[in-house]
């Protein structure tokens, strides 16, 4: 079973401020989506409140918290990553997308077989950030680049890294 993390990161490697994101990319969006659909999406509760506490359709929605007392409905609740692996490996899924937010990124980056990252053309102040990938462990397999223009403000680049 491959483990991807999917992020989109400014420059200075932040992913968000007070639990949302710092842009509006529809590509990215369009991105993700596609990326994630049928697919089991890992988060922390930060990211889960994110959404509004509603899980995202299409998807087997797993949340991570340390919180025992914590429920909600579409979501299936665990108290760490490696639960989260072991219930979608149950499951029988052959990849997991962990979907945020730093800390799980953190937690789950020993995992990690594959990254989706979207690299945003912004340095911006924030208060949740994507850990620095060691380009000793990381190969960058694959790059897209794409300018600004009416829909987004930012230029940005789909990156896929793949672990050495």
């Known amino acids: 079973m491959q483990i991807i993390q999917i992020v989109a990161v400014s420059n200075n490697n932040v992913i968000g401020k007070d639990y949302g994101l710092l842009w509006?990319?529809?590509?990215d969006m369009r991105w993700f989506k596609?990326?994630?659909?049928?697919?089991?999406?890992?988060?922390?509760?930060?990211?889960?409140?994110s959404l509004g506490n509603k899980p995202m359709n299409g998807r087997l929605n797993v949340v991570i918290t340390r919180q025992?007392?914590?429920k909600a409905e579409g979501v299936t609740v665990v108290a760490n990553i490696e639960e989260a692996i072991s219930f979608c490996k149950e499951q029988n899924y052959n990849e997991i997308m962990i979907i945020g937010g730093g800390e799980i990124y953190m937690q789950s980056?020993?995992?990690t077989d594959k990254i989706y990252?979207?690299?945003?053309?912004v340095t911006v102040d924030g208060d949740t950030y994507y850990p620095k990938l060691d380009t000793n462990q990381w190969l960058l397999a694959f790059e897209e680049k794409h300018p600004t223009d009416a829909k987004h403000t930012y230029a940005y680049n789909f990156q896929t890294w793949i672990r050495k």
Request: zero cysteines; aromatic letters at 12%.
């Open 109 to 111: 980056l020993p995992f």
């Open 34 to 49: 596609n990326k994630t659909w049928a697919l089991p999406v890992v988060m922390g509760r930060k990211t889960f409140k």
């Open 117 to 121: 990252l979207t690299r945003v053309d």
């Open 24 to 27: 509006t990319l529809p590509n």
């Open 68 to 70: 025992a007392d914590f």
